[in-house]
């Protein structure tokens, strides 16, 4: 019996019924109803792309282990490193290779929780990678016109040069800043202060509405199995969270985090995938499937189709 993935929601369909056979107890037959075979179910992955990226993403291939350009002060060189990949059908939302590392039989890293599919269970901070869903959503609200600029000066609040910075107004950088932008360059150079004046015009509250329109905290693991669930997938603010923010005067200096992918957030590469899918489909979302015509009509974001246009040029 199937126990999670495919295996366990797909179970019915794979087995088939056993047949009956009904008799009273004097041995005359009353009923008898024929077994059905189990079905096969077709999966929509590449098996050719993800045997690919199963090479690529092994530790002998090279680029899963610390290397000495990494730059990295912590781990020794030769360490493993654990990620996940996945590739979606842009059009479709079909999942055409879906690869977690260290996978089962990796001996390199037998401590790296190796059952742990990290493409659609593993959940991690968005970082920049929200800036160009946080870009759309602005403009589509209307918070950020045609054409208008945003000034860098380094630092968000005006008398805290600490915090809620630019990445690049660091000493090592020599504090430079990335002066004033259009969404495009803001995009292209990732300036945090930029989108820490969007998320902010957006308000907290409607910027994570905003963001779960793009698939942020929906259950995507169950739905990519087909089977039915309920709750939120990652970590994403709730009412009790929103409130003790606003009690605490810490709202603002969220909002500009969230605008940039940090606080309290996290999602899993197939959320990040699918949000990027919903761009490139110039803003309908549809939820992953792992299994062939299992696939959804999907949901119009009604987005400003410049700011998306935008949004792909700068990315």
Sequence with gaps: VGKRGIESSMESTLRGKRGEVVKHRNGEELKRSMPVGGKDVSVTLDMKLQAKIEAIMSYDFGLMQVQPWHGNTVLPEGTPLRGAVVVLDALTSEVLAMVSTPALQDEHDVEGYPWLNRAAQGFYPPGSIIKPLVLVSAMTDGKLQQGEEIECVGHFFKHVKDAARCWIYRPKYNKQTHGKLKPVEAIARSCNIFFY???????????????????????????????????????????????????????????????????????????????????????????????????????????????????????
């Excluded at 905290?217 to 990652?234: D, F, I, R, V």
């Design 197 to 315: 004046e969007l998320g902010s015009r957006l308000g907290f509250e409607r910027l994570l509405a905003w963001l779960q329109n793009f698939g942020m905290s929906k259950p995507l693991s169950a739905a990519l199995t087909n089977t039915e669930a309920s709750g939120t997938e990652g970590h994403f603010p709730s009412n009790l969270d929103i409130s003790s923010l606003k009690d605490r005067g810490a709202l603002a200096f969220e909002t500009v985090s969230v605008s940039i992918g940090q606080g309290a957030l996290t999602w899993s590469p197939l959320h990040a995938a699918a949000a990027y899918a919903t761009l490139a489909r110039g803003g309908v979302w549809k939820a992953p499937t792992l299994i062939v015509n299992q696939g959804q009509n999907g949901i119009d974001l009604q987005l400003d189709q410049e700011s998306v246009k935008l949004a792909l040029e700068g990315l």
